[in-house]
Nanobody
Framework: VQLQASGGGLVQPGGSLRLSCAAS????????VGWFRQAPGKQREWVAG???????NYADSVKGRFTISRDNAKNTVYLQMNSLKPEDTAVYYC??????WGQGTLVTVSS
């Protein structure tokens, strides 16, 4: 079982990106999934989470700008990021219960 995050890139402040977290294995649809990020020189921090029943919660720093969602038919969780700020620059990781950490995807917000 593994996770693969993708969709990162370079975007200007105020722009948008959508990250994807694709999983192998049949347990994904019943797993809690979270997005985390790690900025240079900082500790990894939690960003957003979604339960198997589609309940969501967010860190205060992204509330109102980011939206987490899931498509169990595709074994994928998404993170829609709007109104991006330079302080959102980080490597973003997804983590699901029962899965090891996968490789992250780099998001750079800069003009």
């Amino acid at each position: 079982v593994q996770l693969q995050a993708s969709g990162g890139g370079l975007v200007q402040p105020g722009g948008s990106l959508r990250l994807s977290c694709a999983a192998s294995g049949s347990i994904f649809s019943s797993s809690f999934v979270g997005w985390f990020r790690q900025a240079p020189g900082k500790q990894r921090e939690w960003v957003a989470g979604i339960t198997s029943g589609n309940s969501t919660n967010y860190a205060d720093s992204v509330k109102g700008r980011f939206t987490i969602s899931r498509d169990n038919a595709k074994n994928t969780v998404y993170l829609q990021m709007n109104s991006l700020k330079p302080e959102d620059t980080a490597v973003y990781y997804c983590k699901a219960s029962g899965y090891p950490w996968g490789q992250g995807t780099l998001v750079t917000v800069s003009s």
